[in-house]
């Protein structure tokens, strides 16, 4: 949920340390620290309105449509995927003005292939500003777009996903397997006990997936399953915050698990951490810091950051603990702002049965 | 080398101060003069080079557009439809600051990354101003030193005329700040904002890969083309070639001037020594000693010479740079250049020049020295009476020469070298015949001046049997003279002919334009309804318009004269030849262009030659019509219809009205109605009456030509150090014939006297040679230097006033340098002078 912001955060700090590549000067400055005023807040339990509310909401700071997912070709080559766009306002009011190329809105975007097999990841990054025709998003009909990476929705409810990135294109098409699951209390998920501080927040679970993957002038057929995660919101982390774990889980059994668990910087979790899991019907049921018991098992370093890369999940509910490894280490996103984002595996920790499959992100780590 | 010899060396040099330093500082300023412009000149290449990569960055192609720039559109369709992921989009203007011209480039900062790098130090604050507030720049940090600006505050600058407050929100490093020096740097659409031009941009830069350059190439519209960087910084620099060549020449002009002066006092400290050197011969002195001590001595003041001259010409260059930077503003494109760019190579030439030339000037005396016999270098007449025979020798070898420079000029084609080459071949040669000159001078005025006083007699006789002396001083005087005569007769003719030029170009009365912003490619255009306000007024007869706009010819960029004339009484071109008899007709119709004379003589065209331009309707071959008389651009101009323009570019914008009055109507008077009638429109206009655009035409000519005079200038400096030396000389010398006549009765005041005379005289006799090469160096300069280096005829003249000051400076020069020997002379007691014999 505070996805963006963390990435924000961590883009100022990115840019304070001369580690990183200086990639678009200006571009991670001019999206962290900006004042909140003007912009709406997330107060109250709003009522959705789809497909119009799966297009962008302005009068927010930060937005995004974020989709993961495993991909299998007919010869059983597995891959893993990652597609975000961020939305990103720098001041509240729109500008007015003659040229196309001025405007209050920058979008980031972010796509990622694991090739599981070979252990391969790559990521790229995109930023274009709104207009000019580069980057922009409108509801009816639905169409989200940066530069040549695009999400549309098309009168029958059929998701479109078109990515070209330079090692690899991806085409999909996603149909909702399961209704649209609004997180936190419908929808509107608290991050502290501030009013406003927090964020609309939607997933579709389970999208049924099918296209085209290209790698290297070969094109193959993928078919698999992928999850939507929306939200859109204003206010920003607190300073007592160092980082988050999300998971997101199709189990096997057709159960989804989202859980974020928030780190603070005392090593404790914050009490906010929240969750779901919910069935193909859509019943859902929440999961907070008391339902659920996160412990990292192993780790797995990357230029000075130890990224747990195996846990064992306990939920309250399940006789057995859960144990949750990634399905290859090194599937670090090193763009901008450094995360780990990545294809992972359940199992039943005693029997070692296979559970489902899912994508975890861990940001924050030193 | 023998210590003795060394030592007699050094005491003669010192026992002469006023002999070496002349020589020093002559050999100075010549060092000097060559490396200030060498270091102006280099220094301006090298900031256009340097900045022109920085804003270049990355980059292994640009795309360029035609005077209506590159619609916003392509953009998009390169990086979203065609996926070049690395691409950026620039905007490009141009920003008055108190006579100042800085330059406002347009970024989009997201698809900066593969490209340049500006800016690491920018808070999140001040990057998010820089995409959001209107106005909001980046200014080079030297540039904001030099102004006194800090980060926050405010800049009032002119952008097309309209006052603009922009707002400094951080200065601009880099890794070299120097290159980025009048910088302005914006986000994109602040950048159009500013220069009101939404929708356009003026480049893209792109990374291609070899394989994806043919396909783009093909892929893009007419008008628009892919360049290779490089090439168009060459094209950019092509373009003041000429331009800083004819500086380098008239440094070397300089220098040679420098030559003679070293000559001549090698010559004579050879001169005055011969007895010194005859006696040393006799003890035992071999040749080669002789004449290794000269040299070391010529290569002493050579040295020092050089060195100071290297010192000077760093502080002439500090002054020299602006006025370079200054002209190819006015003339050429923008460029800021306020830091001196020191490069070893500059100051090798330079040291390797200063000591050349000396030791090349030392060499003939030395050898002649090392050379004479002990006994007859005793006797002075033996060597007048072989002076006198190698004379006729000599002037046949400056005849040659005089002829081979000639054969040279008209048969080195276009060659710019060839051309200076000549001129130097002829000013040796005619230096060569100059001897003999005085010597028939010197045997006529003898002859006239029998009846004349003892006093005179005696100076003319002097001048006739000190041939030796005289002769080479006369000159060296002279071609000092010469060359500052013949550059001044050169801009002089220059200077009426523009005058000449504007005075039929300049057919309105008054004139009303729009103040341009465009870094190139275009001006401004008025708005459309501009015309015909004007026109709808009383006071007024008829209007014309006119545009000028970069476009794509077939040897790449030219300017294009767009012009909509005021009836069909065509005026304001001159032809060079009869133009086609249905010129004007073809010419309206859009199928006949005119070119100018700079364009038709750099690419060998003619009238009835064909043209083909790149238009956005594709390429368009062209009649041309004829060929004018134009001196407003030495790359040439090509000349189009409104209407045939408005066809093939699809663009109707002009950007300014020539006025013609109702007979009777004060220009004052229409002036203020017309700026009424246009007081409506927002944009920003010039109004000049005829008169008015004349002074400022000739106001940037004389700009222009400051630098040519600042070079005439130390010309002369050397020519007078030359002349004063030679004479001093020549008077010093003869102190003991002028102590021999003291002794002989002739008071102080005769003694004086007959000095300031004689060297009057040889001032005289200087400035009558002087007359005939500085006209022969004008009609060179300009007849094949001019034309070579930038294509245009001017008409030559003779200005008098010129003349006069020539030979003003050689008698004036001349009675300077007698001042002191005739003084020494007088107080010397002749018994004191006299005690060698």
Redesign the interface.
């Known amino acids: 949920m505070y996805r963006l912001a963390w990435l924000l955060l961590l883009l100022?700090s990115a840019c304070d340390t001369s580690d990183t590549e200086?990639?678009?000067?200006?571009?991670a400055?001019?999206?962290?620290?900006?004042d909140d005023a003007g912009f709406a807040r997330a107060t109250a339990p709003r009522v959705f309105h789809f497909p119009r509310d799966h297009g962008p909401h302005p009068a927010f700071r930060n937005e995004w449509w974020y989709l993961t997912g495993h991909l299998q070709t007919p010869d059983g080559r597995a891959y893993g995927y990652q597609v975000t766009l961020f939305r990103i306002a720098?001041?509240a009011d729109p500008?007015i003005?003659?040229?196309?190329?001025?405007?209050?809105q920058?979008w980031m975007g972010h796509a990622a292939l694991s090739d599981l097999q070979a252990e391969r990841h790559v990521a790229f990054e995109r930023?274009?500003?709104q207009?000019?025709?580069?980057a922009g998003g409108q509801s009816a009909p639905l169409r989200i777009w940066l530069?040549?990476w695009q999400l549309q929705l098309d009168a029958e409810a059929r998701w479109q996903l078109r990515i070209?990135t330079?090692a690899f294109n991806l085409d999909l098409e996603l149909i909702a397997e399961s209704p649209i699951i609004l997180q936190g209390d419908q929808g509107l998920s608290q991050k502290s006990d501030a009013a406003g501080n927090a964020s609309y927040y939607y997933s579709i679970p389970r999208l049924a997936s099918q296209g085209t993957l290209r790698q290297a002038g070969e094109a193959m057929q993928v078919a698999g399953l992928s999850w939507l995660d929306r939200e859109w919101s204003t206010s920003a982390l607190g300073p007592e915050q160092a980082g988050w774990d999300w998971f997101s889980l199709h189990l096997q059994d057709g159960r989804n698990l989202m859980y974020y668990q928030l780190r603070q910087k005392d090593g404790s979790i914050d009490p906010l951490s929240a969750g779901s899991v919910s069935n193909r019907a859509g019943m859902q049921q929440i999961l907070n810091a008391e339902r659920i018991q996160l412990t990292p098992l192993a780790y797995w370093e990357s230029d000075g950051k130890h990224y747990p890369v195996e846990w064992r999940m306990k939920l309250r509910d399940e006789p057995q603990p859960w144990r949750i490894k990634a399905l290859f280490t090194d599937q670090e996103m090193r763009l901008s702002v450094r995360y780990w984002e990545g294809a992972i595996e359940v199992r039943e920790e005693s029997s070692k049965r296979l559970l489902g499959k899912g994508y975890l992100e861990m940001t924050g780590y030193e | 080398m023998n210590r003795l010899l060394l030592r007699s060396a050094l005491r003669h040099m010192q026992r002469h101060p006023w002999q070496t330093w002349l020589s020093v500082l002559g050999i100075a300023l010549g060092v000097a003069v060559i490396v200030a412009v060498d270091l102006a000149n280099q220094s301006a290449r090298q900031a256009f080079l340097l900045s022109a990569e920085s804003l270049t960055g990355k980059a292994t192609h640009q795309i360029t557009g035609g005077p209506t720039g590159i619609p916003e559109e392509l953009y998009r369709e390169l990086r979203v439809e065609k996926r070049l992921r690395q691409t950026a989009p620039i905007v490009e203007g141009l920003v008055r600051l108190d006579g100042e011209t800085l330059q406002l480039i347009g970024i989009d900062p997201l698809a900066e990354a593969d490209f340049r790098n500006h800016n690491e130090g920018l808070n999140d604050q001040a990057a998010r101003q820089f995409l959001l507030k209107p106005a909001s720049v980046l200014l080079s940090s030297i540039t904001a030193r030099r102004l006194g600006l800090e980060p926050g505050q405010d800049l009032g600058v002119t952008i097309a005329g309209r006052q603009v407050d922009l707002h400094v929100i951080a200065l601009l490093e880099g890794d070299n700040p120097a290159v980025l020096e009048g910088l302005l740097l914006a986000d994109i659409s602040t950048a159009q904002e500013l220069l009101d031009s939404p929708g356009r941009l003026d480049r893209i830069d792109l990374i291609l890969r070899p394989d994806q350059v043919h396909d783009l190439t093909a892929a893009l519209p007419a008008g628009l083309n892919l360049e290779i960087p490089e090439s168009r910084s060459r094209v950019m620099l092509e373009m003041i070639d000429a331009f800083q060549i004819n500086l380098a020449a008239m440094s070397l002009l300089a220098m040679l001037v420098g030559a003679f002066l070293i000559y001549n006092t090698m010559t004579f400290s050879v001169l005055r020594r011969r007895r010194l050197l005859a006696t040393l011969r006799v003890l035992g002195v071999t040749r080669g000693e002789l004449f290794r001590v000269l040299l070391l001595e010529a290569i002493l003041m050579g040295l020092f010479g050089t060195a100071l001259g290297l010192l000077l010409g760093l502080l002439i260059a500090e002054y020299l740079v602006q006025l370079v930077t200054r002209t190819i503003n006015d003339l050429y494109f923008v460029l800021t250049v306020t830091q001196l760019i020191v490069q070893p190579l500059t100051l090798l030439k330079g040291c390797l020049v200063g000591l050349g030339v000396t030791l090349l000037a030392a060499l003939a005396p030395a050898i002649e020295a090392a050379g004479t016999l002990p006994i007859s270098a005793l006797r002075r007449s033996r060597l007048e009476q072989r002076v006198r025979r190698g004379l006729p020798w000599v002037g046949l070898l400056g005849l040659a020469a005089l002829i081979g420079g000639g054969l040279w000029l008209s048969t080195s084609g276009n060659s710019l070298l060839g051309g200076f080459s000549g001129l130097f071949l002829i000013i040796a040669g005619y230096s060569l015949l100059v001897p003999l000159g005085v010597a028939l001078l010197s045997r006529l005025s003898e002859r006239s001046g029998k009846r004349g006083s003892l006093l005179l007699r005696f100076a003319l006789r002097g001048i006739g049997a000190n041939l030796s002396r005289t002769g080479l001083s006369v000159a060296s005087l002279s071609v000092a003279v010469a060359a500052t005569l013949g550059v001044s007769i050169m801009i002089v003719s220059f200077r009426s002919t523009v005058a000449d030029w504007l005075a039929y170009t300049l057919t309105s009365d008054i004139y009303v334009s729009a103040i341009s912003s465009r870094a190139s490619s275009s001006d401004t255009t008025l708005l459309p309804e501009t015309r015909g306000l004007i026109q709808s007024l009383p006071e007024v007869a008829e209007t014309s318009t006119g545009r000028r706009v970069t476009i794509r010819g077939p040897q790449g960029p030219v300017d294009l004269l767009v012009l909509d004339f005021a009836s069909n009484t065509q005026q304001g071109f001159r032809f060079l030849e009869p133009p086609l008899p249905e010129l004007w007709t073809g010419y309206q119709r859009g199928d006949q262009v005119l070119i100018s004379e700079p364009y038709a003589y750099r690419y060998g065209l003619g009238t009835g030659d064909r043209l083909t331009l790149d238009t956005l309707q594709g390429s368009l071959n062209l009649t041309i019509g004829g060929v004018f008389y134009d001196y407003g651009s030495d790359r040439g101009l090509i000349s189009l219809s409104a209407s045939a323009y408005a066809r093939y570019w699809g663009d109707t914008g002009y950007a300014s009205v020539g006025v013609i009055l109702q007979p009777g109507i004060e220009p004052s008077a229409a002036m203020a109605a017309i700026r009424k009638a246009l007081t409506a429109s927002d944009q920003q206009l010039h109004f000049r009456s005829n008169r008015e655009l004349r002074d400022y035409s000739m106001a940037i000519f004389d700009r222009t030509f400051a630098i040519t005079q600042v070079l005439r200038l130390l010309a002369i400096g050397v020519a007078f150090i030359g002349v004063l030396s030679a004479l001093m000389a020549l008077q010093l010398e003869r102190s003991r014939e002028q102590a021999l006549l003291r002794a002989t009765g002739v008071t102080p005041g005769q003694l004086i006297r007959l000095t300031l005379l004689q060297t009057g005289l040889v001032g005289c006799y200087a400035g009558l040679f002087a007359l005939p090469l500085g006209w022969l160096m004008s009609e060179v300069l300009i007849e094949v230097i001019n034309r070579r280096a930038f294509g245009w005829s001017i008409t030559s003249q003779l200005p008098l006033d010129a003349v006069f000051e020539a030979l003003l400076l050689a008698v004036f020069a001349a009675l300077l340098a007698g001042l002191y020997p005739a003084w020494r002379m007088g107080r010397v007691s002749p018994a004191l002078a006299l005690r060698e014999e």
Do not use: K
């Not at chain 1, 003005?97 to 209050?104: F, T």
């Not at chain 1, 207009?131 to 580069?134: D, I, N, P, R, S």
């Open positions: 100022l200086p990639e678009s000067w200006q571009v400055e001019a999206l962290g620290g900006v720098m001041q500008i003005s003659p040229s196309a190329w001025r405007s209050n920058i930023f274009a500003r207009g000019a025709g580069l530069e040549d070209a330079e």
